[in-house]
């Protein structure tokens, strides 16, 4: 698939999905917003730019903490909905652009700190995108980024990754930690911190915020029946078909 084919692809899937993106309890809550607050809450002055926004909910946890904040994300209906909701929650240090994650229309060292929550296994070219983060970065910048995090184990990574696909068409890939510290470290960025924790995903809401054809989810309860033993201890498989994934944040930095 070309990259052109791709982020319309994935504009077509989540644009018409942006509404049960910002009510989503799994997008919406978490740990990780939690941890997110916490940092964010030592840049009071930082330009911040949030890459892959969705519904706005990092950017709407960061606009409490920096002074200006760009969502940026490739669907025009998810930048729609995260601008009515900072309207409602009276986040006036918001603004809006539409790009992808492996071109970003910002001049070099714009923003103090970028970050990204659950949109990078939709990138084409994370690599790419990678690098863009350090260009847009000024020295001493931070990158946080979180996602939903493959477990490395080849047997536990080809079900996460089938899953996933089948939910999803345009999913690419979780990436485990190991291939994180990696590609952060190709990019010129250099690994602060890393922390993984697990995400329980509740089957109905999970398949019904992407809209996925009865037919794919079939084919998931299928195969999440057909798990070895092993698999299903891991993710915690459930009769109904929830599941718990594990999710990573990193943090990185641009030497000065």
């Not at 030592?42 to 909910?57: I, K």
């Not at 995108?129 to 260009?135: I, P, S, T």
């Not at 498989?237 to 000065?256: N, P, R």
Request: aromatic fraction near 8%; charged fraction near 20%; hydrophobic fraction near 40%.
């Amino acid at each position: 698939m070309t990259t052109g084919s791709h982020h319309d692809n994935v504009e077509k899937q989540f644009g018409s999905q942006a509404q049960a993106y910002l009510t989503s309890t799994v997008h919406a809550s978490g740990r990780d917003l939690q941890r997110l607050a916490e940092r964010l809450s030592a840049f009071p002055q930082a330009q911040l730019l949030d890459m892959g926004c969705g519904a706005g909910h990092a950017s709407f946890v960061a606009a409490g903490n920096v002074a200006n904040v760009t969502a940026y994300d490739l669907s025009r209906q998810m930048l729609d909905v995260v601008e009515q909701a900072a309207r409602e929650k009276g986040l006036n240090n918001i603004r809006t652009q539409q790009g992808y994650a492996e071109a970003l229309p910002f001049a070099d060292a714009a923003f103090d700190v970028v970050i990204s929550r659950y949109s990078a296994h939709h990138w084409h070219d994370v690599g790419q995108a990678l690098r863009e983060v350090k260009r847009v970065l000024k020295p001493g910048g931070v990158f946080i980024m979180m996602d939903v995090m493959s477990p490395g184990h080849p047997v536990r990574d080809i079900w996460l990754q089938t899953v996933e696909a089948l939910r999803d068409t345009s999913h690419v890939r979780n990436y485990s930690s190991g291939e994180w510290l990696a590609l952060v470290n190709e990019a010129g960025l250099i690994t602060r911190t890393l922390t993984t924790d697990k995400l329980p995903l509740e089957f109905s809401s999970w398949v019904a915020r992407m809209r996925t054809p009865q037919a794919l989810c079939e084919a998931i309860r299928l195969y999440q029946d057909s798990a070895s033993a092993e698999v299903k201890t891991y993710f915690a498989l459930q009769a109904e078909g929830s599941f718990t994934s594990d999710i990573v944040m990193l943090e990185a930095y641009k030497s000065e």
